[in-house]
């Protein structure tokens, strides 16, 4: 059943990891989402336009090869300067190179303007949990 | 002209190699002449083909690790520890992402950023833009064989500049190094470029330099069936042959059913083999296998575990060489003392188990026999879709979904088959696409994941694969349903 709610998701920057793209594409559907995925090696660009494209209310960012860092920066100011002023935006994966102290990555990221950022290993339900909350579709 | 499985002349190779070397300003550091006199100064000792024809005769397996950093100072101080810490036997680098598609602007951001950041900010070394003068200051300051490891489906540039640099082995392929790697490269354009590569090795062995090239064989590393990525790797390995390599590693990655990672190597070495000698190809060839290219647990002493099991395998089938996981692999990119200690585990593992080899069985047999008639159905339509011309045979066997890799980025790939464990965990096909196997081979593999599905008491379904995605990071090798955990 379709709860009305569009997300774009994808997997920014030179990476290829393809697998857990496909599984949140999967996971994301069955929990009623219509589902915009760019796939893998998606610049930030793409993620903006396929969110205008589509009128989505949520951006989803993969990363898992480590250059999340530099990949996501300025991607807030992005949003903003093509009109999705108030776009959800999450990110999430091995996000920096190296075993860093999740907490201090968590700020990183934040302070760049995502809503929420998910440490590797993350269950996809969870974040979908907390994508229902932040789109008030009710439980 | 005209894509063909047909070594490159030389007025192909070096009105190519023009181009190629003005790719970026590095590449004005390369000479052939200059680089083959350097290649010939490089001691046994740091030989690739020499030290894995040493193992092969010796039958020790060898531990690799992956390791590499934006800096080349770094990059040393951490091959270094490697060697001396971890008891490597054989060095990489591996090659950052930017590099692998060729965004070598972004590298310099990448370069820049570490330096005033204090830590590495790629996850790999751009060997492209250090050049030949960088990475020949890699290779002067270790004291093993040193090879690239990467994921590059253009990586002509890349591999002038590493083998010139006396790094003597490359990773790679047309279809192993795109397929899982890129998104939207056409396949004919990665094996033209890899055939490139390829002539460079063979062009070397012409003036006596044996240099080794090692198609990546784990592909997505997700749950790949033996029998695609087997077929995948002996159409490598032939393409390679016939622009003159000489000194071969086929791969796989370890799947996790022991019976079927050993008929898995063997098959793809008797299989290989015979392909080789069909086409009248005289290759020294060795083996690879990788610890567990999937989701590892995060917990470090788990991952331990994973990566004895996989060291385990890898002797008990007579690899040549097992590439080394970390305690890390859940989180990303190790530290240099943890990719030290997954290699101390894995040799420690590998000598303890020295000498000794899973022995011949009903079972064992079955699997082997299995495996190359599954890999033959694919092999025989690939040359049937080709003309008896196996790079066209490629392409076309792609298009057609003959050649399919499961969870692959690339749209070139048609992605219809799915894989599932069986009740013992072996990797077999729950949908079988375009792939042109006969139907008892088909009722076969059927049977295994019903016998699966009755165990577990739900259907047969794409739910099986996902669980089994991630049932190696939660602490099994079976994905079952909650309710049996």
């Not at chain 2, 253009?154 to 590493?162: G, P, V, W």
Request: proline share 4%; net charge negative; aromatic share 8%.
């Amino acid at each position: 059943m379709q709860n009305g709610k569009t997300v774009v998701i994808g997997v920014i920057g030179a990476d290829c990891h393809a697998v857990g793209n496909k599984i949140i594409e999967h996971a994301l559907k069955e929990e009623g989402f219509n589902v915009v995925n760019i796939g893998v090696l998606s610049p930030q660009e793409d993620f903006i336009n396929a969110a205008i494209e589509t009128n989505a209310d949520a951006i989803l960012v993969s990363s898992l090869y480590g250059h999340g860092e530099i990949d996501c920066r300025g991607f807030r100011e992005k949003c903003n300067e093509a009109g999705l002023k108030d776009i959800i935006l999450y990110v999430g994966g091995n996000l920096v190179v190296g075993k860093q102290d999740w907490k201090e990555v968590e700020k990183r990221f934040l302070d760049m303007g995502f809503n929420r950022a998910y440490p590797p290993g993350t269950d996809i339900k969870l974040s979908i949990k907390d994508l229902k909350k932040d789109l008030g579709i009710e439980e | 002209m005209e894509l063909r499985n047909k070594k490159l002349t030389h007025d192909e190779f070096f009105k190519q190699r023009e181009e190629v070397l003005r790719q970026w300003p590095t590449g004005a550091g390369v000479n052939l002449e200059e680089a083959a006199e350097y290649l010939k100064k490089v001691p046994e000792h740091k030989q690739f083909s020499k030290k894995l024809r040493y193992a092969k005769e010796n039958g020790i397996t060898l531990a690799q690790p992956r390791a590499g950093v934006a800096l080349v100072e770094e990059h040393i101080n951490l091959l270094r520890y490697l060697q001396n810490e971890g008891e490597a036997d054989l060095l990489p680098s591996t090659i950052d992402s930017y590099t692998r598609q060729n965004r070598y602007n972004e590298c310099e951001v990448g370069i820049e950023e570490s330096k005033k950041a204090g830590r590495s900010m790629l996850n790999g070394f751009p060997a492209v833009n250090y050049g030949v003068e960088g990475c020949r200051r890699v290779y002067e300051a270790v004291d093993l064989p040193l090879q690239a490891r990467h994921g590059t489906p253009d990586a002509r540039l890349l591999s002038e500049i590493i083998h010139a640099s006396g790094w003597t082995s490359n990773e790679g392929g047309g279809i192993s190094y795109n397929i899982p790697y890129a998104k939207s490269v056409p396949v004919e354009k990665s094996i033209r470029d890899w055939q490139y590569c390829d002539r460079l090795v063979g062009i070397y062995q012409e003036m006596g330099i044996e240099l080794n090239r090692e198609p990546f064989g784990p592909l997505t590393g997700t749950l790949v069936p033996p029998s695609m990525s087997n077929a995948v790797a002996i159409i490598e390995g032939l393409l390679a042959a016939e622009q003159g390599v000489k000194n071969l590693t086929l791969g796989y990655g370890q799947c996790g059913n022991l019976i079927q990672d050993v008929a898995a190597i063997r098959a793809l070495v008797e299989q290989a083999e015979e392909y080789f000698k069909m086409y009248g190809y005289d290759v020294y060839l060795t083996t690879v296998f990788h610890q567990w290219m999937g989701g590892f647990p995060h917990d470090e002493s788990k991952a331990f575990g994973v990566i004895s099991w996989g060291s385990a395998t890898a002797a008990l089938a007579g690899a040549t060489k097992v590439i080394v996981k970390t305690p890390h692999e859940a989180v990303g990119i190790p530290t240099k003392e943890a990719n030290a200690a997954g290699i101390k585990a894995t040799k420690q593992t590998l000598n303890l188990l020295r000498g000794q080899r899973l022995p011949e069985s009903k079972e064992l047999k079955a699997e082997i026999e299995l495996i190359k008639a599954e890999t033959k159905c694919i092999l025989d339509k690939v040359f049937e879709l080709g003309n008896g011309d196996l790079a066209v045979g490629t392409v076309k066997a792609f298009e057609a979904g003959v050649l399919d890799i499961p969870f692959a980025p690339s749209k070139y790939n048609a992605g219809q088959i799915i894989p599932a464990r069986d009740n013992n965990g072996a990797v077999r096909y729950l949908e079988f696409g375009n792939i042109p196997f006969t139907k008892e081979i088909k009722d076969y593999n059927r049977q295994l994941l019903e016998e699966r599905a009755k165990y577990e008491g739900r259907p047969v379904s794409f739910q099986m694969a996902v669980d089994d995605i991630f049932a190696v990071g939660k602490g099994v090798l079976v994905g079952r349903p909650e309710n049996m955990r």
